[in-house]
C-alpha cells in the first residue's frame, strides 16, 4: 500500500493539467469537472478517484474500499451518483462531473444546513460521499419515503453508524426545501 492512499497503491503517472483551458492537441484526456474543463495526462484507464484527489489535487472526494462497496468516493457525473473508485478515465470523458468540492445550489445548501443541525458528522470521514448521494436523490426526489431515502443511501457505510441522524438530516432538507416550494408558489 501507498503511504499516502491507504488501502490501495497509486497509479504513477505524470500531472500535467491545464484548468479552464480547452486541449490545444487534443490527444490528452479531458473533462469537466465542477464546471471547468481540465486536460490531464492520466491513463484512461485511471480510476476517476485518482484524476480527482491525485492529478487534480481534490482531497474532498474519499479513498474507502476502492471497489464500490462503501460509498465514500462518490461523485455526479451528469448529476448521476457514482463511485470513482472503479469509475475509468475513460466513462467520464465529455461528461460533467461534480464533486464535494464543486456541489451547489438550493439542495446542497439544505443538506449542509440539515446536516449542521442534526449534528449528522461524527468522524466525517464518509460524509463527502454521504452528502453527495443524498443530493442526488433530493434532486430528483425532494418528497422520498423512508424507504427511498434508504435505497437511495444503501452503499453508503458509515463506521461510526450515523445512520439515523443522516436519515433525519435528508428528510429536514426535504421538509425545508418543500416549505421553500410552498411559499413560493404562493
Sequence with gaps: MSASQPGGVLPSQPNRVQRGTTPADGDLPTLEVNGTV????????????WVLRQSLGMPGTRFGCGM?????????????PVR?????LSAVMGKSVTTIEGINGAVVDALRGAWTSVDVPQCGYCQSGQLMSAAALLASNTSPT?????TAMDGNICRCGTYPRIKAAIRAAAAQLNAARAAGAN
Excluded: M, Q
Design 84 to 88: 470513482s473508485c472503479v469509475t475509468p
Design 68 to 80: 464500490a462497496l462503501c460509498g465514500a468516493c462518490t461523485v455526479h457525473v451528469n448529476g448521476e
Design 38 to 49: 481540465v486536460e490531464v495526462t492520466d491513463s484512461t484507464d485511471t480510476p476517476l478517484l
Design 146 to 150: 423512508d424507504d427511498e431515502v434508504a
